[in-house]
Structures are given as structure tokens and as C-alpha cells.
């Protein structure tokens, strides 16, 4: 079964300064990997998703995420940081013969003036 | 569209109580799902239901019963609610055309208090 890894509980950045979030999965093959964000009280939004190809993958909002299988990695990344990406984020790990994801515990991220 | 839209928001219950969570999309999707979430543990699905009229378990089943009534609602049941069911409760869908790879969308979730 896949699992998903995010070292990172919470993390506190400056506006304006870069933001990196890790994600390491495990997984026999290669695996569908997700990125969703939930901010405080909604519900979880998906911001970007690699299955295949290009491993440098862009997203919404700015952010883009590359896949890495030497290190069985999906980091998050964003050039600079604004107020509203305060919120938690959540890696996701599928397998490509099942439509369950497994997801990691989340790493909050907070933003300083 | 209102997309993914979850009744109740808010609820308590006693512990032994019953209670069905509610769950509704209007985009014609064919797969849909219950997860909950719980602090640092991140989301965990109870069950699934890949097309209307199938269901299967997730990870975490065990109190939980689910009805997939129609290819748009998808209900939770709690038969004898315990303390450890307090969690936040999200039902997503993906269109399941397309393999696992599809987007997952979530409703805004119910915050469920056993007491």
C-alpha cells in the first residue's frame, strides 16, 4: 500500500520570502502525487497533480512541485509567499490501480508580515 | 454549480446516538468519498463508492455505514456514535472517466462532536 511523509508539521515564512513544503511517499511503482491546500474552515482544493511526463509541474496560485524518484519526493515549492497562502497543506499519494489516495498529515503553514 | 455540498455543518451528539451525514454533488460525477480528518493524521478514507450502486471500505471503516442513494448522494451513517468518532467529516468526488489520476473535490465539511 502507499504511504505519504510530511516532515514538516509547521512551518512560518515571511511575506514575500520562498516557501518549500516536503512530501516523501512510498510506493512500489509510479504513483499519482497531489498537492491540496485547505484553508482555515473549507473544505480541500487541489493545486496541482503529476501522473506522468514533465516532472516539473505547475500548479495554481503560483506554486509548482517537482517529482523526484531518485528520492521518492514531490516538494512543494512558491518563489514568494503572500498573506493569503496562510493555510495547511496536504500531499497526496495514488496508486495507479486504485482510486484511493492516501494522504500525509498536513504541514501548516503560517505567514509574518 | 454548487459542487460538493455536505448537511450538517455542525453537530453533537451523545455517545450511542445515531446521525447520517449527508452528502450531494451536481457535477454529474460517477466516483465519491468519505474521509475524515483528525489532528495529525492527516485525511483518512472510511469508504468509497467508485460508480452508482458500488461501495467498498477505506482505512478506517469500522462504525460507519454508507449508502450510495443515486449517482449524485452519497450518505454517512454513524449507527451508535463514540467519542472517537469526533473528527471533521469530508465527502469528495472525481469524475472516474479517467482513471485514478482524476481530481478529488471536496465539500466544506461537518465538524461532528460526540460527547
Known amino acids: 500500500a502507499q504511504s505519504v511523509t510530511q516532515p514538516d508539521i509547521h512551518i512560518t515564512v515571511s511575506e514575500g520570502a520562498s516557501l518549500e513544503l516536503r512530501c516523501n511517499y512510498s510506493?512500489?511503482?509510479?504513483?499519482?502525487l497531489f498537492w491540496y491546500v485547505q484553508s482555515p474552515g473549507q473544505g480541500l482544493q487541489l493545486l496541482l497533480k503529476y501522473f506522468s511526463g514533465d516532472t516539473l509541474v505547475q500548479g495554481i496560485k503560483g506554486f509548482e512541485a517537482e517529482f523526484k524518484r531518485s528520492q521518492s519526493s514531490f516538494n512543494l515549492r512558491k518563489p514568494s509567499v503572500h498573506w493569503s497562502d496562510a493555510a495547511e497543506y496536504f500531499c497526496?499519494?495514488?496508486?495507479?490501480?486504485?482510486?484511493?489516495?492516501?494522504f500525509g498529515a498536513g504541514t501548516t503553514v503560517t505567514v509574518r508580515a | 454549480n454548487a459542487g460538493v455540498t455536505q448537511t450538517p455543518k455542525f453537530q453533537v451528539l451523545k455517545t450511542g446516538q445515531s446521525m447520517t451525514l449527508q452528502c450531494a454533488q451536481d457535477?454529474?460525477?460517477?466516483?465519491m468519498y468519505w474521509y475524515r480528518q483528525d489532528p495529525g493524521m492527516g485525511l483518512r478514507l472510511i469508504y468509497y463508492?467508485?460508480?452508482?450502486?458500488?461501495?467498498d471500505k477505506g482505512e478506517v471503516p469500522n462504525g460507519y455505514n454508507v449508502s450510495r442513494l443515486n449517482k449524485r448522494e452519497f450518505s454517512l451513517r454513524l449507527e451508535s456514535a463514540a467519542p472517537s468518532q469526533t473528527s471533521v467529516y469530508f465527502c469528495?468526488?472525481?469524475?472516474?472517466?479517467?482513471?485514478?489520476?482524476?481530481?478529488?473535490?471536496f465539500g466544506p465539511g461537518t465538524r461532528l462532536l460526540v460527547l
Open positions: 457535477m454529474n460525477h460517477n466516483s
Open positions: 510506493y512500489g511503482a509510479t504513483p499519482y
Open positions: 469528495a468526488s472525481s469524475p472516474n472517466t479517467s482513471g485514478p489520476k482524476e481530481t478529488q473535490y
Open positions: 497526496a499519494v495514488g496508486a495507479r490501480y486504485d482510486y484511493k489516495l492516501s
Open positions: 463508492s467508485a460508480s452508482e450502486g458500488t461501495t
